[in-house]
């Protein structure tokens, strides 16, 4: 926000009226003339009405530049996924292993999620492995195996499009599609994941800062897709105890100043399934619209994210742990 003085203004007194409204002036401008004085507001001051602003004595002018990501911005705090809204006070989990293993680890998987009131299945069938000697999940199949198991027991899927190649088959199968951490800023995957028309899940960068988060939600929407749900999993920090430093900051500054939904993933964030409890937690209270939780119904023989995957027998108590009444009721 830039406020113009009239030429006549008591500054003092226009800036006293500014901080008593939370608005903190990061710069002084002089127009070429020198005759007319604008203040730039500091991003991180409180929202402000202009018209408000504009009634200050002494000023004579408000004007709010035109948001970067103006699609983003309108978007508002709820994106409907085949018929389940994202955004609303009841959390939304997305709960299931890091990889699809096998149709019947789907098929377990997704009848012990359902009886739990989970809304959305999650598993990768093609996975953004560090090591190409890693397990790079099973492709297509386990994408099919995934879409049966959640139409016998009424789940939704969020799965990830790892490339530009499995954009069609993960948009005809998937609810949501996934575009994951290291791919936040692939700008042609965005341009096709967007151009399904499809819901996103948008998850950070591990070093991407929040705007150009905001502004890889702004491809998705330029090019078409339904409605971005932000994914914040945890960004490079300095410190390797954990795998990730979750922003639990952004959660907030998402959902409150920018109102935007936004999920939190403390699977990847933490990287222990001992942690997913209390920072699951922290989400919920910062704002989150819930939580993606990696699980696995014998993580010791996982194929991928083993330690980080909650035992399926023991999610219900995670759940019950981050608030039956919304989980059961
Ligand atoms: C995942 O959710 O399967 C995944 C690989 O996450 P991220 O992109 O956050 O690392
Ligand atoms: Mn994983």
Redesign the pocket.
């Known amino acids: 926000m830039i406020v113009t003085l009239k030429s006549d203004a008591d500054a003092v007194s226009v800036l006293r009226e500014l901080t008593g409204r939370g608005l903190w002036v990061a710069r002084v401008e002089r127009s070429s003339s020198g005759s007319m004085v604008h203040y730039v507001i500091a991003p991180h001051s409180q929202p402000a009405d202009p018209k408000d602003v504009a009634g200050i004595e002494g000023v004579a002018e408000v004007s709010v530049p035109r948001p970067a990501h103006p699609l983003v911005s309108a978007q508002g705090p709820v994106v409907n996924v085949s018929g389940v809204p994202i955004g609303q006070t009841k959390p939304v989990y997305m709960c299931g292993p890091?990889s699809v293993e096998s149709e019947e680890h789907a098929r377990e998987t997704a009848e012990v999620l359902a009886s739990l009131g989970v809304a959305f299945m999650?598993g990768?069938a093609f996975?953004?492995r560090t090591s190409p000697y890693a397990f790079q999940g099973h492709g297509d199949i386990a994408l099919e195996w995934m879409r049966r198991a959640a139409d016998a027991t009424g789940m939704r899927i969020v799965t990830?499009a790892l490339g530009e190649a499995h954009v069609p088959i993960v948009a005809e199968l998937a609810d949501l599609v996934?575009v994951?951490?290291?791919n936040m800023q692939n700008f042609s995957l965005l341009k096709a994941v967007g151009k399904t028309g499809k819901p996103v899940l948008l998850?950070r960068g591990m070093a991407a800062t929040i705007e150009e988060w905001l502004l890889a939600g702004e491809y998705l929407l330029t090019h078409g897709a339904k409605g971005v749900v932000f994914c914040e999993?945890g960004i490079r920090g300095f410190d390797d105890s954990t795998r990730n430093l979750l922003d639990i900051g952004a959660v907030a500054l998402l959902r409150h100043v920018h109102r935007l939904p936004v999920i939190v993933?403390p699977s990847?964030g933490l990287g222990r399934r001992d942690l997913v409890l209390p920072l699951g937690r922290a989400a919920l209270s910062a704002g989150a619209s819930g939580l993606?939780i990696e699980t696995h119904p014998d993580p010791g023989v996982a194929l991928s994210d083993g330690p980080q995957a909650v035992p399926l027998a023991e999610l219900g108590a995670v759940l019950g742990g981050l608030g039956a009444a919304e989980v059961f009721g």
Do not use: A, N, V
Request: aromatic share 0%; with cysteine; hydrophobic share 5%.
């Open positions: 890091c999650r990768g996975k953004p990830e996934q994951g951490s290291r998850k999993r993933d990847h993606m």
